[in-house]
């Protein structure tokens, strides 16, 4: 860096400063203490690395920004604001926090221009991260350096780096030698309760590096030193981590350097002395036009970059690809191969795990899907994720489309919602339904970003039988259905499967989590498969013999047999029963109420029949309905005698249904 531009940088990194102190102040909450601690090594940064055009920032070919410490939030909305992104006001920046603005409390994907990820939970950005640089070298592995060569910047906290899933993301970053990624590490050895030598002794560096990444130490208030690390990070083979020692809350008189800078506004003494420390001599939200001017020189950068670009992209041979590759969306020649898949299936009915039926979808599909990216926590041979298309990705070859993520179950979530982010990419990934619980945080994310992640999570009830409690998941289903936004599949037979992914992969604003048994299911389905049934998340898969039903029995996944059986044990007893087929409950409870009638007629008890607790079926089958299914943890036998023991039987849903007709 020349010494005319050492002179911008700190000038734009006080505009940054005092933007963030007065923003806090007034929406009297909020932290100012991680922006002005991090905006020097944040103006280098910008100024001189990030490829991004803010004329475009959904440009394929951009570097991906994770703020990682959202609470920092103030430090990217300056930012975008000083480089004129549209939409970025200095009236957003005076709306911090409230409701409607562009500035919420965290940064919030979909929300505001040039925001890349969901972050405030500790440890995800990070992590998602990994995710988007994983993303960037398979699509620069299929379409070539000239479409997609771009770096993933991340600025964590000490909170981030003290977070579980940190480990997970960078000791798989580091395995596949992910060196587009670049960690700013915001070394200011202060948490909320203070220092952080009250609980972390870590060597953060020597962690990364047992990981397989490069380190490097500056003094975050020196820009040159920045800039040259930056520089260096960019040459190396492996992900790199700059430490960037800092002092929390810069500038402030009193509590730089302390919790007390971290999240709650300075007060006005405290930013008059800190614009008095950092020479800023401008009023609350006043920036002058050349500290514009010297940050928007980075756009104009940028712009050329783009340029070039675009002029690449329209002479490629791979150009329609590439750009129908972004738009995402199921390729023709999968969705044949699907519809193929679902007749055979018709044909042949098999009695099948639906882990195996799932299995089976993948290997129909996968060769024609190369923006489907699947993996499994180390469990493929039980998830059955692997399609025998799927070569495995590698440090040295990222062509393949498959991922051993390890026994990872949340660096592998967090970074599935990374390569969806990005784009370009439709991941999935397995592990068994009971560790969900190990991915939660992530999935939630994936929810509340309206990522389309899916995830094959097997092994779903008592059913799995003799490895126990400790691997039966009874409240996940429930759990996992209280989400916002996300969707349960849990198929009843091989058709039921094969439709359940293709509403998981044609299904654009969210998650699906596709619950997959263990155990075999017989074929149920009598129709021809011509039409998604599932697509509703509940159908009529028997009527009910001999007129209008009595009892409604639903039930999902493996119980849906449970329900066939008890309808024709009901009908010996001139009982007309009908079996609604659920395959997501959250998926039927948003269809119309004409829909819903149709299938639960009004004033038609019903039983529901799920090896699960009962929490959440009140909405479908009301607070009288009956429910054959868990009360509590399940335990170690065959699954059989479990379903015996648990009362989980068709002979129960007799008797339930009895007490009601
Ligand atoms: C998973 C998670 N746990 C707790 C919090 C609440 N929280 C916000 S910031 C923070 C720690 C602050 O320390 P650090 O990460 O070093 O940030 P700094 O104060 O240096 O900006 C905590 C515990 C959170 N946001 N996410
Ligand atoms: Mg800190």
Same mark, same amino acid.
């Given at each position: 860096?020349?010494?005319?531009?050492?002179?911008?940088?700190?000038?734009?990194?006080?505009?940054?400063?005092?933007?963030?102190?007065?923003?806090?102040?007034?929406?009297?909450?909020?932290?100012?203490?991680?922006?002005?601690?991090?905006?020097?090594?944040?103006?280098?940064?910008?100024?001189?690395?990030?490829?991004?055009?803010?004329?475009?920032?959904?440009?394929?070919?951009?570097?991906?920004?994770?703020?990682?410490?959202?609470?920092?939030?103030?430090?990217?909305?300056?930012?975008?604001?000083?480089?004129?992104?549209?939409?970025?006001?200095?009236?957003?920046?005076?709306?911090?926090?409230?409701?409607?603005?562009?500035?919420?409390?965290?940064?919030?994907?979909?929300?505001?221009?040039?925001?890349?990820?969901?972050?405030?939970?500790?440890?995800?950005?990070?992590?998602?991260?990994?995710?988007?640089?994983?993303?960037?070298?398979?699509?620069?592995?299929?379409?070539?350096?000239?479409?997609?060569?771009?770096?993933?910047?991340?600025? !964590?906290?000490?909170?981030?780096?003290?977070?579980?899933?940190?480990?997970?993301?960078?000791?798989?970053?580091?395995?596949?030698?992910?060196?587009?990624?670049?960690?700013?590490?915001?070394?200011?050895?202060?948490?909320?309760?203070?220092?952080?030598?009250?609980?972390?002794?870590?060597?953060?560096?020597?962690?990364?590096?047992?990981?397989?990444?490069?380190?490097?130490?500056?003094?975050?208030?020196?820009?040159?030193?920045?800039?040259?690390?930056?520089?260096?990070?960019?040459?190396?083979?492996?992900?790199?981590?700059?430490?960037?020692?800092?002092?929390?809350?810069?500038?402030?008189?009193?509590?730089?350097?302390?919790?007390?800078?971290?999240?709650?506004?300075?007060?006005?003494?405290?930013?008059?002395?800190?614009?008095?420390?950092?020479?800023?001599?401008?009023?609350?939200?006043?920036?002058?036009?050349?500290?514009?001017?010297?940050?928007?020189?980075?756009?104009?950068?940028?712009? !050329?970059?783009?340029?070039?670009?675009?002029?690449?992209?329209?002479?490629?041979?791979?150009?329609?690809?590439?750009?129908?590759?972004?738009?995402?969306?199921?390729?023709?020649?999968?969705?044949?191969?699907?519809?193929?898949?679902?007749?055979?299936?018709?044909?042949?009915?098999?009695?099948?795990?639906?882990?195996?039926?799932?299995?089976?979808?993948?290997?129909?599909?996968?060769?024609?899907?190369?923006?489907?990216?699947?993996?499994?926590?180390?469990?493929?041979?039980?998830?059955?994720?692997?399609?025998?298309?799927?070569?495995?990705?590698?440090?040295?070859?990222?062509?393949?489309?498959?991922?051993?993520?390890?026994?990872?179950?949340?660096?592998?979530?967090?970074?599935?919602?990374?390569?969806?982010?990005?784009?370009?990419?439709?991941?999935?990934?397995?592990?068994?339904?009971?560790?969900?619980?190990?991915?939660?945080?992530?999935?939630?994310?994936?929810?509340?970003?309206?990522?389309?992640?899916?995830?094959?999570?097997?092994?779903?009830?008592?059913?799995?039988?003799?490895?126990?409690?400790?691997?039966?998941?009874?409240?996940?289903?429930?759990?996992?259905?209280?989400?916002?936004?996300?969707?349960?599949?849990?198929?009843?037979?091989?058709?039921?499967?094969?439709?359940?992914?293709?509403?998981?992969?044609?299904?654009?604003?969210?998650?699906?989590?596709?619950?997959?048994?263990?155990?075999?299911?017989?074929?149920?389905?009598?129709?021809?498969?011509?039409?998604?049934?599932?697509?509703?998340?509940?159908?009529?898969?028997?009527?009910?013999?001999?007129?209008?039903?009595?009892?409604?029995?639903?039930?999902?996944?493996?119980?849906?047999?449970?329900?066939?059986?008890?309808?024709?044990?009901?009908?010996?007893?001139?009982?007309?029963?009908?079996?609604?087929?659920?395959?997501?409950?959250?998926?039927?409870?948003?269809?119309?109420?004409?829909?819903?009638?149709?299938?639960?007629?009004?004033?038609?008890?019903?039983?529901?029949?799920?090896?699960?607790?009962?929490?959440?079926?009140?909405?479908?089958?009301?607070?009288?309905?009956?429910?054959?299914?868990?009360?509590?943890?399940?335990?170690?036998?065959?699954?059989?005698?479990?379903?015996?023991?648990?009362?989980?039987?068709?002979?129960?849903?007799?008797?339930?249904?009895?007490?009601?007709?």
């Amino acid at each position: 860096m020349t010494a005319p531009d050492l002179d911008r940088i700190r000038p734009m990194a006080n505009a940054v400063r005092a933007l963030s102190m007065d923003a806090v102040e007034k929406a009297k909450s909020g932290h100012p203490g991680m922006p002005m601690g991090m905006a020097d090594a944040a103006a280098v940064l910008w100024a001189k690395h990030i490829k991004f055009d803010p004329a475009d920032p959904q440009w394929p070919d951009r570097d991906r920004f994770v703020l990682s410490a959202g609470h920092g939030s103030m430090l990217i909305y300056s930012i975008l604001h000083l480089i004129g992104v549209e939409g970025v006001t200095m009236d957003e920046l005076k709306n911090f926090r409230q409701f409607g603005s562009k500035t919420p409390g965290h940064p919030e994907f979909g929300h505001t221009p040039g925001v890349e990820t969901t972050t405030g939970p500790l440890g995800q950005g990070i992590s998602t991260a990994v995710g988007m640089a994983l993303a960037e070298r398979i699509l620069n592995a299929h379409f070539g350096d000239a479409l997609v060569d771009h770096h993933t910047w991340v600025i !964590a906290s000490d909170g981030d780096l003290q977070e579980g899933i940190s480990q997970e993301a960078i000791s798989l970053a580091g395995h596949l030698k992910l060196n587009r990624l670049i960690v700013l590490w915001d070394d200011n050895s202060i948490s909320i309760d203070g220092s952080t030598e009250l609980s972390d002794t870590v060597d953060h560096k020597k962690r990364f590096e047992a990981a397989g990444w490069d380190t490097l130490s500056v003094d975050g208030h020196d820009p040159a030193a920045v800039d040259a690390a930056l520089t260096r990070a960019k040459a190396s083979d492996r992900p790199v981590l700059i430490a960037c020692r800092t002092t929390i809350g810069f500038g402030a008189p009193k509590k730089a350097g302390t919790a007390g800078s971290h999240g709650s506004p300075l007060g006005a003494e405290e930013i008059d002395g800190a614009r008095k420390a950092l020479g800023w001599e401008h009023g609350p939200f006043e920036v002058p036009e050349n500290i514009y001017a010297d940050w928007r020189e980075m756009a104009v950068r940028s712009a !050329a970059d783009r340029k070039a670009w675009n002029e690449r992209l329209a002479a490629s041979n791979v150009r329609d690809a590439f750009i129908a590759r972004m738009a995402g969306g199921v390729p023709k020649a999968a969705q044949d191969a699907l519809k193929a898949h679902i007749a055979k299936v018709v044909e042949d009915k098999p009695k099948l795990a639906t882990r195996a039926a799932s299995g089976k979808v993948l290997e129909a599909i996968a060769a024609d899907y190369p923006a489907l990216i699947g993996g499994s926590a180390d469990l493929t041979g039980s998830n059955l994720t692997k399609a025998s298309s799927q070569a495995i990705i590698k440090s040295d070859d990222f062509s393949g489309g498959y991922i051993h993520y390890g026994v990872r179950e949340h660096g592998m979530a967090a970074a599935m919602n990374g390569m969806s982010l990005h784009g370009g990419i439709t991941p999935y990934g397995g592990t068994f339904l009971i560790f969900s619980d190990y991915c939660r945080p992530a999935i939630r994310l994936s929810a509340l970003m309206n990522q389309s992640v899916i995830y094959v999570l097997t092994h779903d009830s008592i059913g799995l039988g003799e490895d126990g409690p400790t691997h039966q998941p009874v409240e996940h289903l429930s759990a996992l259905r209280s989400i916002p936004g996300v969707e349960t599949w849990r198929p009843c037979d091989a058709l039921e499967t094969a439709e359940s992914w293709a509403c998981a992969l044609e299904r654009t604003d969210g998650p699906a989590i596709l619950a997959l048994s263990r155990q075999g299911v017989p074929h149920l389905r009598e129709d021809d498969g011509s039409q998604n049934l599932s697509a509703r998340g509940a159908y009529v898969l028997r009527e009910a013999q001999g007129g209008a039903p009595q009892i409604v029995l639903i039930a999902t996944g493996t119980e849906v047999e449970l329900a066939v059986q008890a309808r024709d044990m009901l009908a010996e007893k001139g009982v007309k029963a009908r079996v609604v087929s659920a395959p997501s409950p959250e998926r039927f409870l948003k269809q119309d109420d004409a829909y819903r009638a149709s299938v639960l007629p009004d004033g038609v008890p019903c039983v529901a029949v799920e090896a699960a607790i009962r929490w959440g079926w009140d909405a479908i089958i009301g607070r009288e309905g009956g429910f054959v299914g868990m009360t509590g943890f399940g335990a170690s036998a065959p699954a059989e005698q479990l379903y015996e023991h648990f009362g989980i039987t068709a002979e129960r849903v007799v008797e339930e249904a009895l007490k009601r007709v």
